[in-house]
């Protein structure tokens, strides 16, 4: 069981991985365009030094058009970091549980050590997991209730 979640994270980790590097391919694209309209577009559609209604059109349309190409490029940007930000965790989650199953299955562990290795990777694995992509991230409440579900289960042994 533990075998196929550790394949599944390390699966979607990759995934992630692979997106992350797409949007980045894509926010270099859209900045490089977008500076090339911008060093371009000086010398294609000049602007006059006398305000007339065809100077303010083609302000206008640079302004749009630059507008959206940055908007673009920061959409791809948030995108790459979230995607980076998946990744690093669930690289994490697959880590935490190779470690547990490593410990719990070492020969000399008594049942103490086994339930607090297992308390660390259900934080690991629940909690909300900083990577540097995402946003300063607060204790997580869903990791509380999913330690207290575990702690309340019945013993293996009794």
């Given at each position: 069981?533990r075998?196929?979640?550790?394949?599944?994270f390390?699966?979607?980790a990759?995934?992630?991985?692979?997106?992350?590097?797409?949007?980045l391919?894509?926010?270099?694209?859209?900045?490089?365009?977008?500076?090339?309209?911008?060093?371009?577009?000086?010398?294609?559609?000049?602007?006059?030094?006398?305000?007339?209604?065809?100077?303010f059109?083609?302000?206008?349309?640079?302004?749009?058009?630059?507008?959206?190409?940055?908007?673009?490029?920061?959409?791809?940007?948030?995108?790459?970091?979230?995607?980076?930000?998946?990744?690093?965790?669930?690289?994490?989650?697959?880590?935490?549980?190779?470690?547990?199953?490593?410990?719990?299955?070492?020969?000399?562990?008594?049942?103490?050590?086994?339930?607090?290795?297992?308390?660390?990777?259900?934080?690991?694995?629940?909690?909300?997991?900083?990577?540097?992509?995402?946003?300063?991230?607060e204790?997580?409440?869903?990791a509380?209730?999913?330690?207290?579900?575990?702690?309340?289960?019945?013993?293996s042994?009794?």
């Amino acid at each position: 069981m533990r075998g196929n979640n550790i394949k599944r994270f390390s699966a979607s980790a990759s995934g992630h991985v692979c997106r992350a590097r797409g949007w980045l391919a894509a926010a270099v694209f859209l900045g490089v365009a977008l500076v090339a309209f911008a060093l371009t577009s000086v010398d294609l559609f000049p602007l006059d030094a006398k305000f007339t209604p065809r100077v303010f059109q083609i302000a206008i349309a640079k302004l749009v058009v630059f507008s959206l190409g940055s908007y673009a490029t920061a959409a791809a940007l948030a995108a790459f970091r979230a995607e980076s930000h998946n990744a690093i965790v669930d690289n994490h989650r697959a880590n935490a549980l190779t470690t547990f199953e490593a410990f719990v299955n070492a020969p000399h562990i008594d049942q103490d050590t086994k339930n607090a290795i297992l308390t660390q990777t259900t934080t690991a694995i629940f909690a909300q997991q900083p990577s540097g992509y995402g946003q300063a991230a607060e204790a997580s409440p869903i990791a509380a209730n999913v330690l207290e579900i575990v702690k309340q289960l019945p013993k293996s042994g009794s």
